[in-house]
């Protein structure tokens, strides 16, 4: 899009007419009860009328300062988004009480920490996202973060000059000594700890080997070898908020360190030829993780600090269809970017987490419970034979009927999702006050060359749960981490663009 197509874009977003339209149409609705909420309507569309053409776009931006950028994550909100809506709130009608019900990896969270706001909610399905809220959000000094890594690098030293003490290494024995192939699929790949306690028994060494189903596909074997060595010095230190810390590392060690090829959401490993070459120094990556977090979350405590912040936060792992953790009429602000689409056909948060779920064991997180993440997300429930339409949308109908019409199964995957949505957007209305304010950042996914109107759908689907559409923001996305180009019915030579642009809808429970 050229700059002038885009300055006409949001002209027709941002005009004075429209603002006067929108002013009216508020005026003429208005009763006794809605005057306050009118006035913060009138004073909220004042601040978007002023901001300049592209505002939202924050292309150039460092998007990982603080603790934004201790972990990885798919599909992140990018900080500036929720940072300025907050500002915004601040000089409209200053929020106490925050949710995000589709927290990710909390950026949300953090940026509520910095606004001020004295009561966070934050909520995700995924066992690895709720780690990630709770660490970002939590200060911690450099000054005990630095005592707490040099003690841990002590341990870890000592260990691994313990079990790697010559020059033999994992690699090695697997490769030379037993005749194994480290890139096949099969041998090595799904036979790991066989491997593994011989090499170990060999040298005279008591180590205890993760069996996670084929984690030599995953991983080569002194690189698995190095990371339990890691894993077990961490699981002695005591539990301190410095600890939780240093497992969050210890995750993304796991994925860097992984045969997982750079850059996917999904499960999707290096060709055999470049496995073969991959060889990561693990105790390196893990020093260079720590220290690179270390800073920041140094920043971070300093900057809450210097502020008196102290907010009081809670953390969830509930279904966003319930959210009983979260008291009725008490949330003032919602900020939220909730998933394209299903798991399965968009991002797999699930696939890209359970590497590094594996490997942490967290307290109530099972095998099952890792491999179930993508299936209890939205849209996880399967309609394979039609499904009888329900929901209060008719745009979202329309689509349903184009998509139908090539593909049912995929029609019904697409039903499937927003009926999880209609039911979140129900529980999250019953948690807000009167008055209170809603940001819904969403993308509008193309399935099967229909464009799913997500933005229109929201606004439709929210009225019945008595909330009013106040706004809708249009955004490019920069520096997208996807190709220009998919294939959205699967068929070869079949290619549609995928999305560049995402929608900031704005709504208020009356």
Avoid at 67 to 78: D, S
Avoid at 218 to 245: G, H, R, S
Avoid at 408 to 427: H, K, P, Q, T
Wanted: glycine fraction near 6%; charged fraction near 25%.
């Amino acid at each position: 899009m050229t700059d002038r197509n885009r300055k006409k874009r949001f002209e027709v977003v941002f005009t004075e007419a429209e603002f006067a339209v929108s002013c009216k149409i508020i005026r003429d609705n208005e009763t006794g009860a809605d005057k306050d909420e009118n006035i913060k309507d009138n004073a909220l569309m004042e601040k978007l009328c002023s901001l300049h053409d592209g505002f939202w776009d924050f292309k150039n931006t460092n998007t990982r300062e603080l603790t934004h950028g201790l972990h990885n994550y798919p599909a992140v909100m990018v900080y500036p988004i929720s940072r300025n809506i907050i500002r915004i709130m601040n000089e409209v009608a200053p929020p106490t009480t925050l949710l995000d019900p589709f927290a990710g990896s909390g950026t949300v969270l953090v940026e509520g920490v910095i606004g001020g706001i004295k009561e966070i909610y934050g909520n995700d399905l995924n066992p690895l996202a709720k780690l990630m809220c709770e660490v970002k959000t939590n200060p911690i000094s450099g000054k005990n973060l630095e005592t707490a890594y040099n003690q841990l690098m002590m341990a870890v030293e000592y260990e691994m000059a313990c079990v790697n003490y010559d020059d033999k290494t994992a690699d090695y024995y697997v490769s030379a000594e037993c005749g194994a192939d480290i890139a096949a699929k099969d041998g090595w790949a799904t036979d790991a700890p066989c491997y593994l306690n011989d090499y170990l028994t060999q040298k005279g060494v008591q180590l205890s080997v993760p069996e996670y189903k084929n984690i030599g596909y995953w991983y080569k074997p002194q690189v698995i070898i190095d990371l339990q060595i890691i894993k077990n010095c961490i699981a002695e230190m005591p539990e301190t908020p410095e600890k939780n810390f240093i497992w969050l590392a210890f995750s993304e060690l796991s994925r860097v360190v992984s045969n997982r090829r750079n850059g996917e959401f999904k499960m999707f490993r290096m060709p055999a030829d470049k496995v073969l070459s991959y060889n990561p120094d693990v105790k390196r990556e893990f020093i260079e993780i720590l220290k690179r977090n270390i800073g920041k979350m140094s920043d971070f405590s300093e900057l809450c600090q210097k502020n008196e912040i102290a907010p009081q936060i809670s953390v969830l792992s509930e279904n966003s269809i319930n959210l009983y953790g979260v008291p009725d009429n008490s949330v003032d602000l919602v900020i939220t970017s909730p998933p394209y689409g299903d798991s399965r056909t968009t991002v797999a948060y699930g696939e890209f987490c359970k590497l590094s779920l594996q490997w942490l064991e967290l307290d109530g997180v099972s095998a099952e419970t890792v491999n179930a993440v993508d299936r209890n997300l939205m849209g996880g429930k399967k309609y394979r034979n039609g499904f009888e339409y329900t929901l209060d949308s008719e745009t979202l109908r329309l689509s349903l009927e184009k998509i139908k019409d090539s593909d049912i199964e995929r029609a019904g995957d697409v039903f499937s999702f927003y009926c999880d949505l209609d039911e979140a957007i129900s529980a999250i209305a019953k948690k807000m006050k009167q008055g209170g304010y809603q940001f819904w950042v969403v993308g509008n996914r193309t399935v099967k060359l229909v464009n799913l109107q997500t933005d229109k759908i929201l606004v439709e689907l929210s009225q019945k749960y008595g909330l009013t559409h106040i706004h809708t923001i249009d955004r490019n996305i920069p520096n997208k981490v996807m190709p220009s180009l998919n294939s959205p019915t699967n068929e070869t030579g079949i290619k549609a663009a995928t999305m560049t642009n995402e929608h900031i809808v704005i709504l208020r429970k009356q």
